[in-house]
T-cell receptor, first 115, second 117 residues
Framework: AQKVTQAQTEISVVEKEDVTLDCVYE???????LFWYKQPPSGELVFLIR??????QNEISGRYSWNFQKSTSSFNFTITASQVVDSAVYFC????????????FGGGTRLMVKP | DAGVIQSPRHEVTEMGQEVTLRCKPI?????LFWYRQTMMRGLELLIY????????DSGMPEDRFSAKMPNASFSTLKIQPSEPRDSAVYFC???????????????FGPGTRLLVL
């Protein structure tokens, strides 16, 4: 069975600090897909990134970066120079190729960036 | 382009009443998903459709819940009768193809916040 763990339920930082959100996953499948979504206070879920199990390259997009390490089953998300607008709940999710199109979400990490 | 559209955005009802949530997926998307978000259980998949056909409904909590997709541009999630424990945010999502396709993802609607008194 697939499982996603986001051990940090809540993180509080001051603006301009760097922050890393942890995501650890469990899967027996050799092909799987990992995702990060952002849920701002307005409530919608916004797609941030997808990574495939066969592509272990890290990704950088502006102030956002993602570190995918199969050896530790982790897909961590770092925000550099955080801003108040980054305040949101962030979800990591996993889909196994043998599980159809099911997305299994972690419990989410609430990030609060204070001015 | 319009994203996934859900209605109503907020619903308050009394226990025992029927509740119908509606979703319009992104035009051309073949997959439609219904999720529920609660504090206790987080985000969980209830059911998904491919080309209007239900594929996996193993997440539907009980017989009080039913979902239909009569055509490619409309789906409903119905709760009858509703109970206070059904209070949650219900999200609809759609995707063009399955997640096995490179770089595909699910696009979420704004959600319907349901409160059952």
């Amino acid at each position: 069975a697939q499982k996603v763990t986001q051990a940090q339920t809540e993180i509080s930082v001051v603006e301009k600090e760097d922050v890393t959100l942890d995501c650890v996953y469990e899967t027996r499948d050799t092909t799987y897909y990992l995702f990060w979504y952002k849920q701002p206070p307005s409530g919608e879920l916004v797609f941030l990134i997808r990574r495939n199990s066969f592509d272990e390259q890290n990704e950088i997009s502006g102030r956002y970066s993602w570190n995918f390490q199969k050896s530790t089953s982790s897909f961590n998300f770092t925000i550099t120079a955080s801003q108040v607008v980054d305040s949101a709940v962030y979800f990591c999710a996993l889909s196994e190729s043998n599980a159809g199109n099911m997305l299994t979400f972690g419990g989410g990490t609430r990030l609060m960036v204070k001015p | 382009d319009a994203g996934v559209i859900q209605s109503p955005r907020h619903e308050v009802t009394e226990m025992g009443q029927e509740v119908t949530l509606r979703c319009k997926p992104i035009s051309g998307h073949d997959y439609l998903f219904w999720y529920r978000q609660t504090m206790m259980r987080g985000l969980e998949l209830l059911i998904y459709f491919n080309n209007n056909v239900p594929i996996d409904d193993s997440g539907m909590p009980e017989d009080r819940f039913s979902a239909k997709m009569p055509n490619a541009s409309f789906s409903t999630l119905k709760i009858q009768p509703s109970e206070p424990r059904d209070s949650a945010v219900y999200f609809c999502a759609s995707s063009l193809v399955g997640l096995a396709a490179a770089q595909e993802t699910q696009y979420f609607g704004p959600g319907t916040r349901l409160l059952v008194l």
